[in-house]
């Protein structure tokens, strides 16, 4: 049986009760009573219209490899808006604050590794608790409707409008669940930093930090000195101080990063896998640059060494080379190359971009164009 179609690209018949066949008990005849839709409409939660005007049809199938790719994204801005957060405001108070009352630099070191363990705790639990909360509910597995447009995103921009008449609302979430778990994400990070962060944070420094004074075996505590006991009450106010200033923060950031999905997610999720291999490679070259100048200028051959052996560069090296990678991944996976198994071997694109800079940089180091220049116009006897 043929179901009337519906205007709009997102419009759909909903089934309200499966077709019946019988056998009538006088005349023995076989009656088939036919499937009863509701009018045209919005798809409910999880469904979505695979044709112009049609039926919803469940989403029943797991979310697909560039899907998993695109809500890590997500995860993985929070952890680095969370980072330099937590970063910029501790760095910029102690800046601005007179010279006797400053944390000392040992003390600030170990306070942002706190708020590093404990932002990467509150983002991975809010990622646990928005896959338990959608479908199938209570697995970490998400079931996905698929993107086949960018209007996908954008269902509120595609109601039908008549000549006359008011038009149906077809507003649904056809990407499902790529808009609902990030908001479900942001949603969570915001009760586990209301809720926990000022706690986890005084735990840790507690044990990291600010460890209270050690006690002998008979109950008597070791002597401490009034200027380090000042000195340890000075650095649990300068943390109250500071993890109050990144639970206000990050109470105006999420949902201005909430609103900005809802509005930029269709366009993210299309061009994330360019913009992540271009940062990467930029970083990467630029890095490679100006550590070689820094070193040796005119001569970059340690350049991609320094990179790995100096600790403080290895962490923004690992990263660009995690943004290439995983830009590298995303792009193949667009094309519609889903086969997971080749993922480490499309991972080697930034070995072979710090290999192509170490060998083109031999032969075009100014020195020897400089020398050969000079050679080439020298007076020959």
Request: glycine share 8%; proline share 7%.
């Amino acid at each position: 049986m043929s179901v009337p179609l519906c205007a709009g690209w997102y419009c759909g018949r909903t089934l309200l009760e499966q077709s019946q066949e019988y056998t009538n008990p006088i005349s023995g005849e076989s009656i088939t009573k036919a499937a009863v839709f509701s009018e045209c409409g919005a798809c409910p939660r999880a469904h979505r219209t695979h044709t112009h005007g049609g039926v919803c049809e469940p989403c029943e199938s797991y979310v697909d490899f560039f899907g998993i790719l695109f809500l890590l994204v997500q995860v993985f801005l929070l952890l680095c808006f969370s980072q330099a957060q937590g970063l910029l405001i501790a760095t910029n108070r102690e800046r601005n604050r007179p010279p006797d009352s400053k944390l000392p630099p040992k003390d600030l070191v170990t306070l942002h590794r706190v708020f590093s363990i404990v932002f990467v705790l509150e983002t991975t639990l809010g990622a646990l608790l928005a896959c338990l909360c959608l479908l199938p509910t209570g697995s970490v597995h998400l079931y996905g409707c698929g993107v086949k447009r960018v209007a996908d995103f954008y269902t509120w921009a595609h109601n039908p409008l008549p000549p006359c008449g008011h038009g149906n609302d077809c507003v649904s979430e056809a990407a499902y669940p790529l808009i609902s778990w990030v908001l479900l994400l942001d949603f969570f990070c915001v009760l586990a930093c209301v809720l926990f962060r000022r706690a986890g944070v005084a735990f840790l420094c507690r044990k990291m930090l600010h460890p209270p004074p050690k006690r002998n075996q008979g109950d008597q505590a070791s002597p401490i000195s009034e200027y380090a006991e000042q000195q340890r009450l000075h650095v649990i106010k300068r943390r109250k101080e500071i993890t109050a200033a990144t639970v206000r923060h990050t109470l105006y950031a999420l949902p201005v990063h909430a609103v900005w999905h809802v509005l930029c997610g269709g366009l993210v999720y299309y061009v994330f896998p360019y913009v992540l291999a271009l940062v990467g490679t930029v970083g990467l070259t630029y890095m490679q640059c100006a550590v070689a100048r820094r070193d040796q200028p005119y001569n970059f051959g340690g350049g991609g060494k320094e990179l790995f052996v100096n600790s403080s560069l290895r962490p923004v090296t690992l990263l660009m080379y995690f943004l290439v990678s995983f830009g590298t991944v995303a792009t193949v996976s667009q094309l519609g190359y889903q086969r997971v198994e080749y993922a480490p071997i499309y991972a080697l694109g930034p070995g072979l971009l710090i290999l192509f800079f170490q060998v083109t940089e031999r032969c075009t180091t100014p020195s020897k164009v400089m020398s050969q220049m000079h050679y080439l116009h020298a007076p020959q006897h």
